[in-house]
């Protein structure tokens, strides 16, 4: 904000963890660092050949009132749509461009919270996105997105 040069030294890498509860589950360490702050949120491809997205919820993910924070679960469905959608992004640089959700359930600490979802349509330059976070079954939100490819600007 000062004008001086940002200098990104995050980058991401795709790992596959090893051991533990999300041992076969993968998840993208220093990508992003508000989503590294708020997770750590992981996926795997499904025995069906879709993307599942989860995270067990951890005190830091609670409100004040001892159930899941609606900003993380946003943060959480905004994590779920670039996995989701990977596949048709296939690289290209792409950014939130709307983002519309209901909250309508919630989890508690400890809970294991999932995300499975689809791609609606894949244009050129933009992916429509929707999806269904669940916690035991039950509903927590659902979501629609549309993401748009960028291209970086020359300086």
Not at 117 to 129: E, L, Q, Y
């Amino acid at each position: 904000m000062d004008g001086g040069v940002v200098e990104n030294t995050y980058i991401s890498k795709l790992i596959t963890v090893s051991d533990g509860e999300w041992a076969g589950w993968q998840c993208y360490p220093g990508g992003d660092p508000f989503e590294d702050l708020a997770g750590p949120f992981y996926f795997r491809i499904g025995d069906d050949g879709v993307p599942v997205c989860a995270f067990r919820a951890e005190k830091k993910h609670l409100n004040g009132g001892g159930f899941l924070h609606g900003g993380l679960v946003m943060t959480f469905a905004d994590f779920a749509l670039f996995v989701i959608a990977r596949d048709v992004i296939d690289g290209s640089r792409t950014v939130t461009a709307t983002f519309n959700g209901e909250l309508v359930g919630t989890a508690h600490e400890g809970d294991f919270v999932e995300c499975r979802g689809d791609v609606v349509k894949a244009g050129r330059s933009m992916v429509f996105v929707r999806g269904i976070i669940s916690c035991k079954g039950e509903p927590l939100m659902s979501f629609s997105s549309v993401l748009k490819k960028t291209t970086i600007r020359a300086s």
